[in-house]
């Protein structure tokens, strides 16, 4: 594991986004989805939610179920997280939703999904609203694919018209900041837009 990642300042918010764990590049920049992957993920809330990175930064605490970088996978790409480091890092964010008291669980990649969902696929899970909790702390969680470079997930049917009705629904929360109603030509990921 390398240094914890930073999440940009504090952030007094209703809404919680909870990754999976930073990549290499996010401990050197000292802020979450640093790199590609957050690219990905912040074109998707512009297109959703009007908010451009820096608002959602200054809107949304961000946190991951590991907060350190845990090293290359031998077989490509970045290692998930073992469950010692998982439990290694929980007090964080037991404390983080101990004084946040979030309304809102954004649940970004499969990992952070589990922490308060069983399943086994991600089309049982993205796409709705769930109810959950953490320790006294009651909430709706949202889950959402991993936005990595490598996954095809979100860019293929079902995925993709999942991914759309996820981030429709978290603009639509009334914990979400700028949460307004989707028309049915608004912009939609990867540039797309409705054609009927």
């Known amino acids: 594991m390398h240094k914890p990642?930073?999440?940009c300042?504090?952030?007094l918010s209703k809404v919680v986004l909870v990754g999976q764990a930073p990549g290499i590049k996010e401990p050197l920049?000292?802020?979450p989805f640093a790199w590609t992957a957050g690219k990905t993920l912040f074109s998707w809330f512009q297109d959703y939610t009007d908010l451009g990175e820096e608002a959602f930064r200054e809107?949304?605490?961000m946190t991951a179920v590991c907060r350190c970088y845990p090293g290359k996978n031998p077989k490509g790409g970045d290692r998930v997280p073992n469950q010692t480091e998982i439990n290694n890092c929980k007090t964080w964010m037991d404390k983080d939703f101990e004084i946040l008291q979030p309304d809102l669980i954004i649940a970004v990649g499969k990992l952070a999904i589990q922490q308060f969902l069983s399943f086994d696929?991600?089309?049982e899970v993205v796409g709705q609203t769930f109810k959950s909790e953490w320790g006294a702390c009651k909430f709706d969680v949202i889950p959402l694919p991993h936005p990595s470079g490598v996954s095809t997930w979100y860019r293929m049917e079902p995925g993709k018209s999942l991914l759309?009705?996820?981030l429709q629904q978290i603009s639509e929360h009334?914990?979400?900041p700028n949460n307004r109603a989707f028309s049915n030509n608004r912009a939609k990921p990867n540039n797309q837009t409705n054609k009927g």
């Open 29 to 31: 920049l000292q802020r």
């Open 5 to 7: 990642v930073i999440s």
């Open 59 to 61: 809107s949304v605490y």
């Open 174 to 176: 009334s914990a979400f």
């Open 9 to 11: 300042g504090p952030v």
């Open 121 to 123: 696929k991600l089309v």
């Open 164 to 166: 759309q009705k996820a």
